[in-house]
T-cell receptor
């Protein structure tokens, strides 16, 4: 069975600074997808970024990028130039089937 | 331009009274998922459909059933809701199983209260 672990229940960052959210996972599959989702207080889950396991290049979407270490089964999310609107719960997910426990990110003005 | 619609947004039911939550999509995605999310917790997958193929998670209680009459609609039936079933229920879609390379969309959720 796949498991996803987010070791940071809560984090905070000053506006305009950079923050990294950690995620580790366990899977026996060789090809899979990893996702970071954002869930603001309104609770609509939104896809932030995805990574295909067979691609070595780290995915990037504007201010969001990942550090994907397949051998280490690590998939961290880096948010650059943090904005107040980035305040939310962030979930790491393996495929769309298993989610980590979430990290609550607070961006402070 | 809502793409994944969940009705109702808020549902109140009584202990033991059956309830049905609905989800519809305008994306023509093959896969539809139902998740249960309790307060401050991660979404927990209950089951998913790949086209008409139903996939139940091993630890999903028998109390939870689902129907997908066509590509656009999927229903979650809770046959005898207990207090522990109070949660947000999220519906999601994707073109391919496990998300694939295509965008996934979540609905806004239905918050279920059990009295």
């Amino acid at each position: 069975a796949q498991t996803v672990t987010q070791s940071q229940p809560e984090m905070s960052v000053q506006e305009a600074e950079t923050v990294t959210l950690s995620c580790t996972y366990d899977t026996s599959e060789n090809n899979y997808y990893l996702f970071w989702y954002k869930q603001p207080p309104s609770r609509q889950m939104i896809l932030v970024i995805r990574q295909e396991a067979y691609k070595q290049q780290n995915a990037t979407e504007n201010r969001f990028s990942v550090n994907f270490q397949k051998a280490a089964k690590s998939f961290s999310l880096k948010i650059s130039d943090s904005q107040l609107g980035d305040t939310a719960m962030y979930f790491c997910a393996h495929n769309m089937l298993t989610f980590g426990g979430g990290t609550r990110l607070m961006v402070k003005p | 331009d809502a793409m994944v619609i969940q009705n109702p947004r808020y549902q109140v039911t009584q202990f033991g009274k059956p309830v049905t939550l609905s989800c519809s999509q305008t994306l023509n995605h093959n896969v539809m998922y139902w998740y249960q999310q309790k307060s401050s917790q991660a979404p927990k997958l209950l089951f998913h459909y790949y086209d008409k193929d139903f996939n139940n998670e091993a630890d999903t209680p028998d109390n939870f059933q689902s129907r997908r009459p066509n590509t656009s609609f999927c229903f979650l039936d809770i046959r005898s809701p207990g207090l522990g079933d109070a949660a947000m229920y999220l519906c999601a879609t994707s073109r391919r199983l496990a998300g694939g390379a295509d965008t996934q969309y979540f609905g806004p959720g239905t918050r279920l209260t059990v009295l």
